[in-house]
């Protein structure tokens, strides 16, 4: 008795059994505590909290027998199966896969990738797309979702396109559609069929504004717009964009932005709509280099002249963007013919050059931003202007982030249209954001400090609520006001929209 208590001592105050480790050729890692291998079949069985690592994908199971046979080698896991990769988690009770070619067969799949649960009989994987065999659907976590989509089969072509047969859509557990097939797109630089959407301007009241991307090939591009407001002619245009990169594809729409355009859309400290100082300025740090011709009637130019519209009969634009130790730069160089309301077309050119800076730690919590643009013009007459902005924002605890930034600018000539010319030389903006999880709230004032007076105030409310996201978005420069709501998907299409996943 004695020693058998003295035996459960010392097992007790023992360390841990050490976990062993194994590479085989293919990129394949195995961790076990137990191995049996049978040479004779070519076989190893590894049991005891295996985990396999093949790529950016993780697997752990309870057993993993791995067949060595150099003609057809292959594994299979058997055992609270669960396989985590960059795009979420999937378990199943059974995985048989091919470490070298990458390919692999779970049955009674379950994945989960950000708040999207995603249901399968059987999941055959392979380098260029998944098969998805009795699947269902839904990111509501509710015990009876508000909706799930149902499939007889689904083929995910990652960062291309997603095709559903048999597809069925349920409301709160019941059937109100079944559709023979369907597709959508997952290639981030395209936006596919979008429905048109309701919006308010000032002095128009509310107007349908619809816009879409399409690929027609891997390098190009065709993107619509329409509006149409009370009070106002209908805005139209199409613009064909082919890009230069051929087989390296960026992660935004290929089409460049318009002279138009809001001049610093995008920049987290000028639009509410931006997340965060992170996401500020995104375009000057895809790779773009493409050529584009369109043409475009009656549209506002971002509020930059007020109760005017611009018209383009032909409108071409060579856009070239990298990032250059470090910075982010786009250049654009463009020649169109255009008019200013009714009036009659006038041929210029315009050059545009842009840099920006990543977020750079200054002290703990607080970054600096930094932007500078450069743009010239030539037609009836020869102008340009430069404008420079620095911006700093503070994040003290998670949920709180303020921020502020003042821009300078200089401009020299007679611009030959009113849009051409700098509407402020000297203002500041200040922003705060509340993230609350599922409720969001970002403030923005602008100030001008040459008139004194404040300009510009945006704000914009998100409330999630189940599986569905609540927006109340207000601009008043350029004139916005939009309520609406979207579907909550994380991360998740982001990593689908991927062409190569890599393992962070």
């Known amino acids: 008795m004695v020693k058998t208590a003295l035996a459960v001592t010392l097992l007790a105050g023992a360390p841990p059994m050490q976990r062993k480790h194994i590479e085989y050729p293919g990129q394949l890692t195995v961790e076990f505590h137990h191995q049996l291998s ?21 697997l752990e199971c309870d057993q993993l027998t791995l067949h060595l046979d150099p003609t057809k080698s292959y594994g299979e896991a058997v ?165 230069l990169l051929k087989g390296k ?4 729409a290929i089409t460049p932005r318009s002279d138009l355009d809001e001049r610093q859309g995008g920049n987290y400290f000028e639009d509410v709509s931006v997340k965060g100082p992170r996401d500020s300025n995104r375009v000057m740090f895809d790779t773009r280099n493409s050529v584009s011709a369109g043409f475009t009637y009656n549209r506002n130019a971002a509020d930059r002249d007020p109760g005017h519209t611009y018209s383009k009969a032909l409108d071409v634009d060579y856009e070239f963007g990298h990032t250059i130790l470090g910075l982010g730069t786009n250049f654009q160089f463009r020649a169109h013919s255009v008019r200013r309301d009714r009036g009659s077309f006038k041929n210029q050119g315009q050059a545009f050059v842009s840099i920006a800076t990543k977020p750079m730690d200054l002290i703990p919590y607080t970054s600096l931003i930094a932007r500078g643009d450069v743009a010239g013009y030539v037609g009836e007459s020869t102008s340009g202007w430069a404008q420079g902005q620095a911006g700093v924002f503070a994040e003290p605890v998670n949920f709180l982030r303020f921020s502020g930034a003042y821009t300078v600018g200089v401009q020299s000539g007679t611009a030959q249209f009113p849009i051409d010319a700098l509407e402020r030389s000297h203002y500041f903006a200040l922003r705060g954001d509340l993230d609350f999880g599922e409720t969001h709230f970002s403030l923005i004032h602008k100030f001008d400090t040459d008139s004194r007076q404040w300009y510009d105030r945006e704000y914009m409310i998100t409330q999630g609520i189940g599986c569905v996201e609540l927006f109340v978005r207000y601009r008043k420069q350029p004139s916005d006001y939009r309520i609406g709501l979207t579907l909550k998907f994380d991360n998740f299409l982001q990593s689908l929209q991927d062409r190569e996943i890599k393992r962070p």
């Open 249 to 252: 594809a960026g992660r935004l």
């Open 79 to 243: 055992g609270h199966v669960t396989l985590n990769d960059p795009i979420g988690q999937a378990t199943g009770d059974r995985l048989q896969f091919n470490w070298k070619d990458k390919t692999g067969i779970l049955t009674n799949a379950n994945m989960h990738g950000g708040n999207l649960k995603v249901s399968a009989q059987t999941v055959y994987i392979s380098p260029s797309h998944w098969d998805f065999i009795g699947t269902s659907g839904t990111n509501c976590s509710l015990k009876r979702p508000v909706y799930q989509i149902n499939a007889e089969s689904a083929r995910v072509y990652p960062g291309r396109r997603a095709d559903l047969h048999g597809v069925s859509l349920k409301i709160f557990g019941e059937q109100v559609l079944k559709v023979p097939k369907t597709s959508f797109s997952l290639d981030p630089r395209e936006t596919g069929f979008n429905p048109p959407s309701f919006t308010t301007r000032q002095g128009s009241g509310l107007g349908i504004t619809w816009a879409n991307t399409f690929l027609i090939n891997p390098h190009t591009s065709i993107f619509s717009a329409f509006n149409l407001f009370k009070r106002e002619y209908p805005t139209y245009g199409l613009v064909v964009t082919d890009s």
């Open 38 to 58: 049978k040479p004779a079949e070519q076989l190893v069985v590894f049991d005891g909290g295996v985990k396999a690592i093949f790529g950016p994908t993780t």
